[in-house]
């Protein structure tokens, strides 16, 4: 019979997302409410190894749900990859008490609480959090929709110097190996042109579609580059292509970086981040581990952390349609 969970710990791991500060607010109010000691582990990983903890209460975590990044801190620990950090790591939540842990972070997180769940049988839940939602099992990530909105915002600014100047751009966004962000962020804000991982257009057929756009009256174009996306080796060389074949062009480049990582969590991404985080330690209470929570038809489901890391989320094919009608 497993032991009662008495100390829950929680920390935040890789790249940060907004949303992640609600995520944690919901974790440590969840423990208060059911009379639960909660631990926050700062830096992920790394501060696990360190044993770098700080006890949180209802009152800890006041005015955070409406901040971006994450105040428990994040960072990437190579250490933690071997079974000697694992070792060092499993050593600290001992000495501190912690019985079970949260993780909120995406597939490199989920993949570390695996591994460390199977060697110490340490019950452990993770909450997506990563603004590319590429999180197999949940239609949704905590990040996703506040990057989506901040990646329309700027299009629409540049858009009006485009216009105003009869210029081209190219817009990179993130998304790493997938084109969520670009795809919907493009269909949201009108692009012309959506270039993403799922589709390799080619170079021929962005020109193409260039050419229309001037026929059809077109005076000036916005075209959306997931980084991941291969037409070109990057968006820069697609910029040199376009304007050594369409010089009838003016074109310029935004690299949009990690402004999208930034800003003001949406109320989309503020309460479902309140959802999981309630739902993570619920789980844990009930036995549960090893698991994600997750968001399907808008209903919270629980998805075993194997099956999470596996692959990433399909792109929308509808949404891929929409795209290519809107950009007649």
Known sequence: MASEIKKIAVFTSGGDSPGMNAAIRSVVRTCAYLGKECVGIYR??????????????ARSVNNIINKGGTILKSARCEEFRTAEGRKKAHEQLLKEGIDAFVVIGGNGSFTGALNFNREYGFP??????TIDNDILGSSYTIGFDTAINTVVDAIDKIRDTASSHNRLFFIEVMGRDVGHIALNAGVGAGAEEILIPEQNLGLERLLESLKRS????KSSSIVIVAEGDKTGKNVFQLKEYVEEHLPIYDVRVSVLGHMQRGGNPTCFDRVLASRMGVKAVESLLEGKSNLMVGVRDTKLVLVPLEEAIKAHT???????????IMTT
Not at 124 to 129: A, S
Not at 214 to 217: D, E, I, R, T, W
């Open 214 to 217: 001037k026929a059809s009256g």
């Open 124 to 129: 452990v839940i993770g909450i997506p959090g």
């Open 44 to 57: 992920g990983y790394q501060g696990m190894i360190e044993g770098d903890f700080k006890p949180m209460d």
């Open 314 to 324: 399909e792109i929308d094919e509808e949404l891929i349609r929409v795209s290519d």
